[in-house]
């Protein structure tokens, strides 16, 4: 069974530019959660997905990042426009649709965002 | 609200000898606990949790933790460290029926022959 991917791996942008990340989450999970971590710091949430709505976005910075989830699969980020402060890791994870709470969340490699 | 706090950013131990990582946390609602693996160049792994049933957790790698509610820890332990256990761990808590999840801020665990 394939785990989360995450597309790119990488990515250098300038201050100023749009940059769009993604998620594939595994198959069949409907929960899709967004992590960032800022050099140094903790990971900190972001958003959380239940198949296409937004269930949670309490995480998310401001105004100039965008999340969407197509059909209630696969997951994109965009940052636009870009700023210093947006460099970090972006993780992606997903879990079974349990709504428990317990549930494990399966994590991709995360996305190294550098912004100069 | 909830948080976690790791006690040490880095640990270092020889190989052979007792990992002992320490993790406390503060939640309003009974929590979940979790503990992540991060090797180089690789998203988080689950290692252990701990959803309110025996609160000695045994996980993956002969990695173990203890549940302790009047101490509010969550430690995670190994008898022996090996060279392959060199990474970073995380130590998350979950409280919430929808499962987002607060992060400790890391231990970078180095194992020295």
């Known amino acids: 069974e394939a785990g989360v991917t995450q597309f790119p791996s990488h990515s250098v942008i300038e201050k100023g530019q749009t940059v769009t990340l993604r998620c594939d989450p595994i198959?069949?999970?409907?929960?899709l959660y967004w992590y960032r971590r800022v050099m140094g710091k903790e990971i900190k949430f972001l958003l959380h997905?239940?198949?296409?709505?937004?269930?949670?976005e309490s995480g998310m910075p401001n105004n100039r990042f965008l999340a969407e989830r197509t059909g209630g699969t696969y997951s994109t980020l965009k940052v636009q426009p870009a700023e210093l402060e947006d460099s970090g890791v972006y993780f992606c994870?997903?879990?079974?649709?349990?709504?428990?709470?317990?549930?494990?969340?399966?994590f991709g490699p995360g996305t190294r965002l550098l912004v100069l | 609200a909830q948080s976690v706090t790791q006690l040490g950013s880095h640990v270092s131990v020889s190989e052979g000898a007792l990992v002992l990582l320490r993790c406390n946390y503060s939640?309003?609602?009974?929590?979940?606990l979790f503990w992540y693996v991060q090797y180089p160049n690789q998203g988080l792994q689950l290692l252990l949790k701990?959803?309110?049933?025996?609160?000695l957790v045994k996980g993956i790698n002969g990695f173990e933790a203890e549940f302790k509610k009047s101490e509010t820890s969550f430690h995670l332990t190994k008898p022996s460290a090996h060279m392959s256990d060199a990474a970073e761990y995380f130590c998350?808590?979950?409280?919430?029926?929808?499962?987002?999840?607060?992060f400790g801020q890391g231990t970078i665990l180095t194992v020295h022959p």
């Open positions: 701990y959803t309110s049933a025996a609160t």
């Open positions: 939640s309003s609602v009974p929590p979940y």
């Open positions: 994870a997903s879990s079974d649709p349990t709504g428990s709470g317990k549930e494990t969340q399966y």
């Open positions: 998350a808590v979950s409280g919430t029926s929808y499962g987002k999840l607060t």
């Open positions: 198959s069949g999970h409907d929960n």
């Open positions: 997905f239940v198949k296409e709505s937004k269930q949670d």
